[in-house]
């Protein structure tokens, strides 16, 4: 028994060395590199999928109107797929010269994301999902971490909005533990998803390795491992804030991890 003990020390000592070799190691590597705290020298293009969201996306895209970001370099373009509800007529009301409203037949999330990426301008392409709201400067933070050529995508933090339920908070709490974990993976550019909801990406990328891929369900995994394949950066931004709706029910939450997962 005092064998067993003894082995179990030695795993838990191992392991507690390795883990902090990695942060130390993350921390000291991230810390030689600058980088600036907000910018807006490069044309955005927010890109906002997005199918049923009738209940949403009237915030969502107000909220994307909200960022403090120069309007001479700035385009909204909201994507209905194919929605059976009333969310084209609502996103239609705010239609002008910054946002761009379009409908096309139902493909899935990453149709619509390539869709919009057809008709996008911007240097850079943010993908915002239509029942997420960012903070007021989280463009310019994202922006600010394009500090390089050789980076191209940002991510950033991201958190529930106004978590009530039991499962809403648990995943509160969960996203908040992965910030901490992107941030210290960014640190020896080994981040392995640019979550969909605000995540940016220089729009060269796609012009030259293809835009997602419309028949994978983690269009955002496989985007973020085919950047990394090519050996560019991807950085993250953890003061650059947004909160998505999270699944309310545990039923939900089994669809949306079972979908994860596979």
């Not at 003894?6 to 838990?12: A, E, G, N, W």
């Not at 640019?194 to 995540?199: L, M, Q, R």
Request: net charge positive; glycine share 4%; hydrophobic share 45%.
């Amino acid at each position: 028994m005092v064998e067993f003990y003894t082995l179990v020390v030695y795993v838990l000592v191992y392991i507690g060395l390795f883990l902090l070799s990695f942060y130390l190691i993350s921390f000291f590597r991230s810390s030689r590199i600058h980088r600036p705290l907000m910018a807006h020298d490069l044309s955005v293009s927010i890109i906002i999928p997005a199918y049923n969201e009738a209940s949403c996306i009237e915030r969502t895209i107000k909220s994307a109107l909200a960022l403090d970001y120069p309007r001479n370099k700035l385009e909204i373009i909201v994507v209905d797929d194919g929605s059976r509800d009333k969310t084209y007529s609502i996103a239609k009301r705010y239609a002008s010269q910054i946002v761009k409203v379009f409908t096309k037949p139902n493909g899935g999330k990453g149709s619509a994301l390539n869709y919009g990426i057809a008709h996008a301008h911007g240097e850079i392409i943010v993908s915002m999902d239509a029942d997420t709201f960012a903070e007021r400067f989280a463009l310019q933070k994202l922006v600010a971490l394009f500090y390089h050529p050789d980076v191209m995508s940002v991510t950033s933090a991201m958190g529930v909005y106004k978590p009530k339920t039991i499962w809403q908070r648990v995943q509160h709490i969960e996203y908040y533990l992965s910030l901490f974990l992107r941030k210290t993976f960014a640190g020896v550019n080994a981040i392995y998803i640019t979550p969909g909801a605000f995540s940016a990406y220089r729009k060269v990328f796609f012009d030259k390795y293809g835009g997602y891929d419309e028949n994978n369900i983690t269009e955002d995994l496989e985007i973020a491992l085919r950047i990394q394949s090519h050996d560019y950066i991807i950085e993250n931004a953890p003061q650059a804030s947004f909160y998505t709706i999270a699944p309310a029910s545990f039923r939900e939450l089994l669809v949306q991890r079972r979908r994860w997962y596979t």
